[in-house]
C-alpha cells in the first residue's frame, strides 16, 4: 500500500528526525566525552612531563621539602584526585590529594578507567630509575556534565520528535529550504562551530527544531568554554611550574642527542646566565662558553646518557665574564614521535659549591681543632646518652668513641659520684638551668679514674623541651692532685707525712680544750736526735732524710691511735698525749713510760747508706691538763726540758721545771752574745805546754779563750755547747785553724821553736763537715805552715757513728802530713778493733782519770792500762791534768814520757809560751 506523500513526508520526516536528533545527540554526547577524556590525559601528560623534570633534583637529593613544594603547584587542581612520588623502592616520598593505599603502575603509562585518568611516570637520572610519578584527575565532572548533556540532549531529542511529528504535518507545505537551514545547522554544530544559530524563521516546528538545535549549540558551546577554562588553569599550573623553576634559577630543556642543538627551553637564561635564550640553542655557540678543562667531562655525560644518565658540573663563562657552576641534570627519553631526545634541568649551583667548598674548609677546621683539642667535646641527647665525642675522651678514659656512643653518661662515673653527677645533671636535662659546672670522677678503660670537670649546656626545640647538652670535660687529675698536695703540705710534713706545725697547733689545742673539760691530763713530748747534724752534715742530706724517716716510723709504732706524732721541721719532733691519767703523777708516769719507749726504739742502730749507725734522742716533757697556758707556751717548756735532756749526756729524758725558763733565756743571751763575739773576733787563743820527762816542751795544745765585757772570762764548757748547737762550730774552728797554723809558719822560722807541735782540738761537728779537708788544705797551703808540726786533737764521740767513713778521712788528712790525737781517751766507748786501725800518733789520757789516781785504784789501773795500750800500739801518751808531783812521778814509773798539766805550766799567751820555751823554764823546775 501506498502512502501518501505528506504521511510519506510524515512518516518520512520523523524517521528522518528521530534518526537526526539520535544520531545528533549520540555523537555530541560521545564527542563532548571523548574531548573531555582528550583534555583531562593531555593535560595531564603535559604537566606529568613539566613535574617529572621538575622533581629530578629533589629526588635525586632526596629532599621531601622540595617535593612536596613542587607538589604543591598542583595541589588545588580541580579534578585532582592525587599525585604521589616514590622513589625506587616504591616508598612514597611526597604526595598531594587523597592516595589509594596501593599504587597499581600497569604496563601502559595513560589508564583511563571509569571515573578516572591515571599517568604513571618514571623518574630517571642517567638511566637509573630515581622514583615514579603517579598522577589521577577525576572524570567526575566530564561525566556529570556529559550525563547531564545526555538528559538535556535526550530531553531536548523527544521535544525535537514532538515537533517534528507536528513538523512533518506542514513539512509538505514548508519550502525544503528550511529543512536545508536546519541540515546546515545541524552540520555546523557537527563540525564544532558551536558559535552558529539557525534562523528560526516563523514561529512553527521548523522554528522549533531551529530553536532546539541552537539551544543545543548553546549548552555545547558552554561545555566548550568549561573545558577551556580549565584548559587555562593548566595552562597557568604550567606557568607557575616555570616561575618556579626560574626562582629555583634552574633552566629546563630538550636537546638533539645527535647534533647537541635544543629544540625546546625554558627558563630566564639572562638572570641565570648573563645571556640572552638564543644563544643557548646553537651547540657550539653554547660549548664556546663552557670552560675547556670541563667541555669533555660535559660532552661524555651527554654521550652516555641515553644508556647512562648522569649529572655533571661544569664551569660556565657568564654574560659579565665570571666562571660560574653549572650543574646539567641530563637524562635520555622519546619525544612524541617516538625520536630520541635528551631531557635535562640546568642549575647554578655556584653559590653551592663554594658553599660546599667552604663547609668541606670549616669541617676539616672543625675536625681538625676536635681532634687535637685537649678537652673532651660532647653531646648527649635527652636521656643522657653520648652522641658525640672527640678523640680527647680516648686519650681520657682509654675508651673509643665508636663503643661509647649511645651509653649513658653515669656508666663512665665513679659510683661514688654518681649521686653529683644526678644531681648536677637533672636541672640541666630538665632545662631549669641553661648551664652548669661539676666536677667528678671518671672510670677509665683500665679500672682507674680521673677527675674531670663537665660543663654542660641544655639545647631546647621548638616545644622549648630540652633535645640535647653539649659540653666539654676538663681533665683536672693534676689540679687535684696538686689542690690535694696543697692540703697535705699546709698541715702534713713532706719529709715523713707525720702532722707539721700547723696541724699540731689544732691538735694540741683540742686536746688541750679536752683535757680542761675532762679534768684529765695530757703530755707534750719533744724529742730532738742528738748526732743528727753530725750525720747529715757528713753522709749528706738524703742519707739525713732517710734517717728522719725510719725515726718517724719507729716512733709511730709506739702511738696510740689518740695520740699525735708531729714533725716541726729537722730533727725535731714533738708528741701530744692525750686522756692521761686525772691524777698529774699518774699522768707524768704515763708519759714516762712512752718517753722510755722512744729512748729504746731509736737506740737501736739505723740501717743508713749500707751501714749501721746510731743516733739517740733527748726528750723534754711537760704536761698540761687545767691551767690557762697556751700551745706556743706548752711546746717552750716542753722545748726547755729537751735542752735540759741535752745538758744531762743527752740520750735521755727530763721534765720541764720553772727554773728551766731562766736558764733557757740565759742560754738565748749566751747565743746571742757569742754571735756578736764571733763577729768581732773577741775570741783569742792561749796555749798550754806539754813537755817531756826531762821537762823540755815538746809543744802546745791551743785553747779558746772568750773573754766577754759583762760576763768576763766565759768556760769553753759554756760556749762550745752553743757554736755546736748553732752551726758556728764550723766558723770558729776555721778561724783557730788557721790562726795555729799561722803562728806554725811563724816557728817554722825560728830556731828554737821549730821543732815544736800545736795541736788544735777539731769538734766532731767540724770534722765531719764534707769542706773541712778542702778547708785544711788550703789553710796550709795560704799559711805555708809545716803539715808535719800540726796535731788534731779529736775526741773518741767521733768514733760513736761512722767509723769506717771516719777512718777513711783521717787517712786523707793524714796524707797531706798532719798527725793526729785522741783526746779524753777512756771516758768514751771506742773499740779496740777501730782503735788500733785508726791512723793516731797520740793518746791522751783524760784529766779525770790522773786526778784521782792515787786516790782510786780504777783510775790509777785505767791510766796504766792506756799506757800499756799505747806502748802496744806504738803511740805517743800524753797524760792530761797533771798538778803535782807524785802524779808525775807514779805515770814516769809506769812508762809515760810526755805530760800537760798545771804542774808544767798554765794556758798563756803566746808571747808567754814562746818565752818558756826560750828559758826552758817549766814548773818542775822548782
Known amino acids: 500500500m501506498r502512502l501518501r506523500f505528506s504521511l510519506q513526508l510524515i512518516i518520512g520526516a520523523v524517521l528522518i528526525q528521530i534518526a537526526m536528533v539520535s544520531v545528533l545527540v549520540w555523537n555530541t554526547t560521545r564527542e563532548i566525552q571523548n574531548s573531555h577524556a582528550q583534555l583531562l590525559v593531555g593535560s595531564a601528560q603535559q604537566q606529568s612531563v613539566l613535574m617529572t623534570s621538575a622533581l629530578v633534583p629533589g629526588l635525586a637529593y632526596r629532599d621531601p621539602v622540595v617535593l612536596q613544594e613542587v607538589l604543591g603547584l598542583v595541589a588545588g587542581e580541580r579534578d585532582l584526585q592525587y599525585v604521589v612520588v616514590t622513589d625506587a623502592a616504591g616508598h612514597r616520598l611526597a604526595w598531594v590529594g587523597t592516595p589509594p593505599d596501593i599504587l597499581h603502575h600497569g ?68 519550502v525544503t529550504g528550511r529543512l536545508r537551514r536546519l541540515k546546515e545547522g545541524a552540520q555546523a554544530i557537527r563540525a564544532g562551530n558551536l558559535g552558529y544559530r539557525i534562523p528560526a524563521g516563523t514561529n512553527d516546528e521548523v522554528g522549533d527544531v531551529a530553536h532546539s538545535l541552537n539551544a543545543l549549540a548553546a549548552e555545547l558551546d558552554q561545555s566548550h568554554s568549561s573545558l577551556e577554562r580549565q584548559n587555562l588553569q593548566l595552562n597557568r599550573s604550567v606557568d607557575r611550574l616555570e616561575t618556579l623553576l626560574q626562582g629555583a634559577e634552574a633552566i629546563i630543556w630538550e636537546a638533539d642527542p645527535q647534533t647537541g642543538e635544543w629544540r625546546f627551553m625554558s627558563g630566564d637564561t639572562h638572570a641565570i646566565l648573563g645571556i640572552p635564550a638564543s644563544r643557548m640553542y646553537d651547540a657550539q655557540s653554547r660549548e664556546r662558553l663552557i670552560h675547556p678543562t670541563d667541555l669533555p667531562h660535559l660532552r661524555e655525560a651527554w654521550r652516555t646518557a641515553t644508556a647512562h644518565p648522569r649529572p655533571v658540573d661544569y664551569r660556565f663563562r657568564h654574560g659579565s665574564g665570571e666562571w660560574i657552576w653549572l650543574r646539567d641534570i641530563v637524562s635520555a627519553a622519546t619525544d612524541s614521535d617516538k625520536r630520541p631526545v635528551l631531557r635535562g634541568l640546568t642549575l647554578d649551583v655556584t653559590v653551592h659549591r663554594k658553599a660546599e667548598a667552604a663547609l668541606k674548609q670549616s669541617e676539616a677546621r672543625y675536625r681538625e681543632v676536635l681532634d687535637h683539642i685537649s678537652e673532651v667535646i660532647f653531646r648527649t641527647d635527652g636521656e643522657g646518652r653520648w652522641t658525640m665525642l672527640n678523640p680527647a675522651w680516648t686519650e681520657l678514659t682509654g675508651f673509643t668513641v665508636e663503643e661509647s656512643l649511645g651509653r649513658p653518661v653515669s656508666e663512665f662515673v665513679l659510683s661514688e659520684d654518681k649521686p653529683c653527677l644526678e644531681a648536677f645533671c637533672a636541672p640541666v636535662i630538665q632545662g631549669h638551668i641553661p648551664f652548669d659546672r661539676e666536677e667528678v670522677r671518671i672510670v677509665t678503660r683500665d679500672g682507674g679514674a680521673r677527675w674531670v670537670s663537665i660543663y654542660a649546656r641544655s639545647s631546647l626545640d621548638e616545644h622549648q623541651q630540652v633535645s640535647a647538652t653539649f659540653g666539654t670535660l676538663v681533665d683536672i687529675t693534676e689540679r687535684k692532685a696538686a689542690e690535694e698536695e696543697i692540703r697535705r703540705l699546709a698541715f702534713y710534713d713532706n719529709l715523713t707525712s707525720l702532722p707539721n706545725r700547723s696541724l699540731l697547733h689544732d691538735r694540741l689545742n683540742q686536746a688541750m680544750a679536752t683535757a680542761h673539760r675532762n679534768k684529765g691530763h695530757g703530755a707534750v713530748l719533744f724529742i730532738d736526735l742528738d748526732n743528727f747534724k753530725d750525720i747529715n752534715d757528713t753522709l749528706g742530706h738524703e742519707v739525713g732524710d732517710d734517717l728522719l724517716r725510719q725515726v718517724a716510723r719507729r716512733m709511730l709504732r709506739t702511738m696510740r691511735q689518740t695520740d699525735t706524732l708531729a714533725r716541726l721541721g729537722g730533727d725535731e719532733f714533738v708528741v701530744v698525749l692525750n ?243 785522741l783526746d779524753d781517751f777512756g771516758t768514751g766507748y771506742s773499740s779496740l778493733s777501730y782503735l788500733k786501725r785508726l791512723p793516731l800518733s797520740k793518746l791522751k789520757i783524760d784529766q779525770s782519770f790522773v786526778r784521782d789516781l792515787l786516790l782510786d785504784p780504777n783510775d790509777a789501773a785505767i791510766a796504766e792500762m792506756i799506757i800499756s795500750l799505747s806502748k802496744t800500739l806504738g803511740l805517743e801518751v800524753i797524760a792530761e791534768g797533771v798538778e803535782t808531783r807524785e802524779q808525775l812521778d807514779f805515770l814516769s814509773v809506769r812508762g809515760c814520757r810526755c805530760f800537760q798539766g798545771y804542774l808544767f805550766g798554765h794556758p798563756v799567751p803566746l808571747a808567754d809560751l814562746e818565752d818558756l820555751i826560750l828559758t826552758g823554764r817549766t814548773g818542775t823546775d822548782d
Open 107 to 174: 604496563d601502559a603509562p595513560v589508564e583511563v578507567v571509569p571515573g578516572r585518568v591515571s599517568i604513571n611516570r618514571d623518574i630517571e637520572l642517567e638511566g637509573q630509575r630515581l622514583g615514579a610519578l603517579h598522577v589521577a584527575y577525576a572524570t567526575t565532572y566530564a561525566d556529570a556534565l556529559t550525563e547531564a548533556l545526555g538528559r538535556r540532549n535526550v530531553t531536548l531529542g523527544m521535544v525535537v520528535l514532538f515537533l517534528s511529528v507536528l513538523a512533518a504535518v506542514t513539512f509538505a507545505l514548508m
Open 579 to 821: 686522756d692521761l691519767h686525772p691524777d698529774p703523777l699518774r699522768a707524768a708516769t704515763q708519759a714516762e713510760a712512752l718517753g722510755r719507749k722512744l729512748i729504746g726504739l731509736l737506740q737501736e742502730p739505723f740501717r743508713l747508706d749500707k751501714r749501721e749507725r746510731h743516733c739517740t734522742p733527748s726528750i723534754g716533757v711537760t704536761l698540761f691538763g687545767q691551767e690557762n697556758t697556751t700551745v706556743d707556751e706548752l711546746l717552750r717548756q716542753a722545748d726547755l726540758a729537751m735542752y735540759r735532756a741535752k745538758a744531762a749526756g743527752r740520750n735521755t729524758l727530763s721534765f720541764f721545771a720553772p727554773e728551766m725558763h731562766r736558764a733557757a733565756e740565759e742560754r738565748a743571751a749566751l747565743e746571742a752574745d757569742f754571735r756578736k763575739a764571733l763577729r768581732d773576733r773577741d775570741f783569742f787563743l792561749h796555749y798550754q805546754p806539754y813537755v817531756d820527762d826531762q821537762g823540755q816542751v815538746r809543744g802546745a795544745e791551743a785553747l779558746l779563750r772568750w773573754q766577754h765585757p759583762e760576763r768576763g772570762r766565759v768556760s769553753p764548757m759554756e760556749f762550745i755547747p752553743v757554736a755546736e748547737q748553732t752551726g758556728l762550730i764550723t766558723e770558729l774552728g776555721h778561724w783557730v785553724l788557721e790562726s795555729v797554723c799561722r803562728e806554725l809558719a811563724a816557728w817554722a822560722k825560728n830556731p828554737d821553736c821549730a821543732q815544736l807541735d800545736l795541736a788544735v782540738n777539731v769538734s766532731a761537728y767540724q770534722f765531719r763537715h764534707p769542706d773541712f779537708v778542702r778547708e785544711l788544705t788550703t789553710v796550709l797551703e795560704q799559711t805555708g805552715a809545716p803539715p808535719g808540726k800540726l796535731v788534731l786533737e779529736l775526741t773518741e764521740s767521733l768514733l760513736l757513728d761512722d767509723t769506717k767513713a771516719v777512718i777513711e778521712r783521717m787517712n786523707t788528712v793524714r796524707e797531706l802530713g798532719v798527725s793526729f790525737a
